[in-house]
């Protein structure tokens, strides 16, 4: 029998640290790379994010799962066999670039077609990194004998590898590299990281030589108690981070920063909690835990609308912060002994998963408010803490601390949910949401004489507006008044005769408020949802002779079609508060100037309180010959018109000399900003700060 070391050599240190570290690296590191390539193939929705978290919150799940049956049903001979053979399968796997054939078709269920996507293209190598650091620590553990407390350390230094991989996409990585080569790098390194695992591998092959079959060990045994409280304050911080993540995309922009601050804000409370008992002071959090959850609440029913993204960023990822350093806080004071950590790891990530299917695939079906869901998790939240907390002695949480802890959160409670959660007069005729989020039909009273106003909402987005005033419900109201610049386009090149028009995005349908007799409409919509309200809810399609609705990612259906030959190409797709990066790339211009006929416009709308996007489309538009202008219209309250951006982009220079084009101003495009394209785009650069 081999000896038994009673502290691992500076060696075995080195190799087990730099092979956990560069596993979690690898592990939090190839998330936003693959969702950032597959996002343009279902129309930069915001929900493709949060069905990627899912996928890899199940995967992470399944990777504690392979690490807890091998260390504990499979005989200590096999287990650094079975491992290096899973190892050499995953190369197979390499490089991770999707497959053009997972390309949506027409009416694809978007989320089980994502699932299955990643699990063909990044699903074993996946499932070997989130198992590199429950099985490694197991492995150790049980080499050196004794309960070593250094172990749970190990966890701590994984999720700082994990941090590091998130912060350094934003600043290092998307702003320098295109997507395909991040693939590539990304590969070379996981091949390193798979000799150092195979390495770790081979040394521990001995690892549990006094054990020669594998079974339950003294101290193995946990109350169910504890194991459902390990479940749910895994599930409910992992259901806040889809859920916020969630708001901020749809209410900000669909932007890989917005992706990466609530998942490493999340995965600092894991650091701060795992990484000593002392940075976890209960009466410091749950003194701060009424306030966070108050500053959630008034987020979402009350948005911080006149308060610049930043700040929106700062106080609802420190109210998340808050609300996961206490579930986090709590895990890591329940934590077992040693022995017993990869059923522990497997309760955490069999609870994170749960909590974050709870929220892309269950919460869509049960709540229609986002108002609703938030409260429902911050209930939660504060009442199983405190439910942990109360099962400490006295000596240390006096009684009167838990009394005035737990009025002062229902103070809270009471008082947010006594503010109004609509605007004044605001009537909601219709909730309803699915994979790409929640729709609204408000009723709002006009600001003109008498009337009202129909308004088609996405959160906090408005995608519509149409007055309910017989004689005129045809008339353009929102972002698409006449003085706007998709309004002046179409109005002067009706004169030449009959148009055909195309609008990539649907929303209420008010473009086609525009339509004259044998004029034609095709709009591009991915959201069948939002097809449904359009013709059922609204008016405007019914006042042209022509329309017809495309389903599915605009770019997918009009590289299929043949040409158009459209007089004008309205770009009016919106993903939160911005147009989706794909549409907006030097591919996406050359398949709209297939589609405009010569002489043709292309409209684009650039309304956006976060991300200056007008240089983005002028610089495009210059590469390819075109002339680009922006024309601004101001908003009139008593007409319940707008204000709007939009850049005009013709290919004839002297289109904006006529009297029409008198406002179209040039646009400046900053310097070294260069053209997006389907592997690059930079997002951070072009931020309004």
Same mark, same amino acid.
């Given at each position: 029998?081999?000896?038994?070391?009673?502290?691992?050599?500076?060696?075995?240190?080195?190799?087990?640290?730099?092979?956990?570290?560069?596993?979690?690296?690898?592990?939090?590191?190839?998330?936003?790379?693959?969702?950032?390539?597959?996002?343009?193939?279902?129309?930069?929705?915001?929900?493709?994010?949060?069905?990627?978290?899912?996928?890899?919150?199940?995967?992470?799940?399944?990777?504690?799962?392979?690490?807890?049956?091998?260390?504990?049903?499979?005989?200590?001979?096999?287990?650094?066999?079975?491992?290096?053979?899973?190892?050499?399968?995953?190369?197979?796997?390499?490089?991770?670039?999707?497959?053009?054939?997972?390309?949506?078709?027409?009416?694809?269920?978007?989320?089980?077609?994502?699932?299955?996507?990643?699990?063909?293209?990044?699903?074993?190598?996946?499932?070997?990194?989130?198992?590199?650091?429950?099985?490694?620590?197991?492995?150790?553990?049980? !080499?050196?004998?004794?309960?070593?407390?250094?172990?749970?350390?190990?966890?701590?230094?994984?999720?700082?590898?994990?941090?590091?991989?998130?912060?350094?996409?934003?600043?290092?990585?998307?702003?320098?590299?295109?997507?395909?080569?991040?693939?590539?790098?990304?590969?070379?390194?996981?091949?390193?990281?798979?000799?150092?695992?195979?390495?770790?591998?081979?040394?521990?092959?001995?690892?549990?030589?006094?054990?020669?079959?594998?079974?339950?060990?003294?101290?193995?045994?946990?109350?169910?108690?504890?194991?459902?409280?390990?479940?749910?304050?895994?599930?409910?911080?992992?259901?806040?981070?889809?859920?916020?993540?969630?708001?901020?995309?749809?209410?900000?922009?669909?932007?890989?920063?917005?992706?990466?601050?609530?998942?490493?804000?999340?995965?600092?409370?894991?650091?701060?909690?795992?990484?000593?008992?002392?940075?976890?002071?209960?009466?410091?959090?749950?003194?701060?835990?009424?306030?966070?959850?108050?500053?959630?609440?008034?987020?979402?029913?009350?948005?911080?609308?006149?308060?610049?993204?930043?700040?929106?960023?700062?106080?609802?990822?420190?109210?998340?912060?808050?609300?996961?350093?206490?579930?986090?806080?709590?895990?890591?004071?329940?934590?077992?002994?040693?022995?017993?950590?990869?059923?522990?790891?497997?309760?955490?990530?069999?609870?994170?998963?749960?909590?974050?299917?709870?929220?892309?695939?269950?919460?869509?079906?049960?709540?229609?408010?986002?108002?609703?869901?938030?409260?429902?998790?911050?209930?939660?939240?504060?009442?199983?803490?405190?439910?942990?907390?109360?099962?400490?002695?006295?000596?240390?949480?006096?009684?009167?601390?838990?009394?005035?802890?737990?009025?002062?959160?229902?103070?809270?409670?009471?008082?947010?949910?006594?503010?109004?959660?609509?605007?004044?007069?605001?009537?909601?005729?219709?909730?309803?949401?699915?994979?790409?989020?929640?729709?609204?039909?408000?009723?709002?009273?006009?600001?003109?004489?008498?009337?009202?106003?129909?308004?088609?909402?996405?959160?906090?987005?408005?995608?519509?507006?149409?007055?309910?005033?017989?004689?005129?419900?045809?008339?353009?109201?929102?972002?698409?008044?006449?003085?706007?610049?998709?309004?002046?386009?179409?109005?002067?090149?009706?004169?030449?005769?009959?148009?055909?028009?195309?609008?990539?995005?649907?929303?209420?349908?008010?473009?086609?408020?525009?339509?004259?007799?044998?004029?034609?409409?095709?709009?591009?919509?991915?959201?069948?949802?939002?097809?449904?309200?359009?013709? !059922?809810?609204?008016?405007?399609?019914?006042?042209?002779?022509?329309?017809?609705?495309?389903?599915?990612?605009?770019?997918?259906?009009?590289? !299929?079609?043949?040409?158009?030959?459209?007089?004008?190409?309205?770009?009016?797709?919106?993903?939160?508060?911005?147009?989706?990066?794909?549409?907006?790339?030097?591919?996406?211009?050359?398949?709209?100037?297939?589609?405009?006929?010569?002489?043709?416009?292309?409209?684009?709308?650039?309304?956006?309180?976060?991300?200056?996007?007008?240089?983005?489309?002028?610089?495009?538009?210059?590469?390819?010959?075109?002339?680009?202008?922006?024309?601004?219209?101001?908003?009139?309250?008593?007409?319940?018109?707008?204000?709007?951006?939009?850049?005009?982009?013709?290919?004839?220079?002297?289109?904006?000399?006529?009297?029409?084009?008198?406002?179209?101003?040039?646009?400046?495009?900053?310097?070294?900003?260069?053209?997006?394209?389907?592997?690059?785009?930079?997002?951070?650069?072009?931020?309004?700060?």
């Amino acid at each position: 029998m081999p000896r038994l070391l009673r502290k691992p050599n500076a060696g075995e240190q080195i190799l087990v640290a730099a092979t956990i570290f560069l596993g979690a690296l690898l592990l939090f590191a190839v998330q936003p790379l693959i969702a950032k390539i597959i996002l343009p193939w279902f129309g930069g929705a915001a929900g493709v994010w949060l069905a990627c978290l899912v996928f890899f919150q199940a995967a992470l799940l399944a990777g504690y799962l392979y690490a807890h049956l091998l260390t504990r049903t499979v005989a200590h001979p096999f287990q650094w066999r079975v491992h290096l053979g899973v190892l050499a399968l995953s190369l197979l796997f390499l490089p991770i670039i999707p497959a053009e054939v997972w390309k949506p078709l027409e009416n694809a269920a978007p989320l089980a077609l994502i699932l299955m996507l990643l699990s063909a293209t990044v699903g074993v190598p996946f499932l070997v990194l989130a198992s590199t650091g429950p099985l490694v620590q197991a492995w150790m553990s049980r !080499r050196h004998e004794s309960a070593n407390p250094s172990v749970y350390r190990l966890y701590a230094l994984s999720n700082v590898g994990s941090l590091l991989a998130l912060l350094s996409y934003p600043i290092l990585i998307e702003p320098w590299l295109s997507t395909d080569v991040h693939a590539w790098c990304w590969s070379s390194v996981y091949f390193v990281f798979a000799m150092l695992s195979a390495s770790v591998a081979w040394r521990y092959r001995n690892a549990i030589a006094e054990k020669s079959t594998p079974g339950i060990e003294p101290g193995d045994r946990v109350d169910f108690a504890d194991r459902l409280l390990w479940f749910v304050l895994a599930a409910l911080p992992s259901a806040l981070l889809l859920a916020a993540t969630n708001h901020m995309l749809r209410n900000i922009a669909a932007i890989p920063l917005l992706w990466i601050v609530p998942l490493s804000l999340y995965l600092l409370s894991f650091i701060v909690a795992f990484d000593n008992p002392r940075w976890y002071y209960r009466p410091l959090w749950y003194g701060v835990l009424p306030l966070a959850i108050g500053t959630i609440l008034l987020s979402v029913a009350a948005p911080l609308l006149s308060v610049g993204y930043i700040a929106q960023l700062v106080v609802q990822a420190g109210a998340l912060f808050i609300c996961c350093m206490v579930c986090h806080g709590e895990l890591a004071w329940l934590k077992p002994a040693p022995r017993g950590l990869t059923s522990y790891y497997l309760t955490i990530a069999g609870g994170g998963a749960a909590g974050g299917l709870s929220i892309a695939v269950i919460a869509p079906a049960i709540f229609a408010y986002d108002l609703d869901l938030a409260i429902v998790l911050l209930v939660l939240t504060a009442f199983v803490g405190f439910l942990t907390w109360w099962r400490l002695p006295p000596h240390i949480v006096p009684s009167w601390v838990r009394v005035n802890s737990a009025f002062l959160i229902l103070g809270v409670w009471t008082a947010v949910l006594a503010i109004p959660l609509r605007s004044p007069g605001r009537e909601t005729l219709i909730a309803v949401r699915n994979f790409y989020g929640p729709l609204q039909v408000n009723v709002t009273p006009a600001n003109d004489a008498g009337g009202e106003y129909l308004e088609l909402r996405n959160g906090n987005i408005m995608h519509g507006r149409e007055s309910t005033t017989q004689g005129s419900r045809c008339e353009p109201l929102s972002y698409y008044g006449r003085a706007s610049g998709v309004g002046v386009a179409i109005q002067e090149a009706s004169r030449s005769g009959p148009l055909k028009i195309g609008v990539i995005g649907l929303g209420a349908g008010t473009i086609a408020g525009y339509a004259r007799v044998q004029d034609a409409f095709r709009f591009y919509e991915l959201n069948p949802l939002v097809a449904t309200i359009a013709g !059922r809810d609204f008016q405007y399609l019914a006042c042209a002779e022509s329309t017809s609705v495309a389903l599915g990612d605009a770019r997918l259906s009009l590289e !299929r079609e043949a040409p158009n030959e459209f007089d004008i190409l309205a770009v009016d797709a919106f993903t939160s508060d911005a147009i989706p990066v794909h549409l907006l790339t030097r591919e996406a211009f050359a398949v709209y100037w297939r589609h405009i006929k010569e002489g043709g416009v292309l409209a684009v709308h650039v309304s956006n309180r976060y991300v200056d996007l007008a240089p983005i489309v002028a610089r495009a538009a210059a590469e390819s010959g075109h002339s680009a202008r922006l024309m601004t219209s101001s908003a009139n309250a008593n007409t319940g018109v707008s204000s709007s951006d939009w850049v005009l982009v013709a290919e004839k220079p002297g289109f904006f000399a006529v009297p029409a084009f008198r406002t179209a101003k040039p646009i400046e495009a900053a310097r070294g900003i260069p053209v997006w394209t389907d592997n690059y785009s930079n997002v951070w650069r072009a931020l309004k700060w």
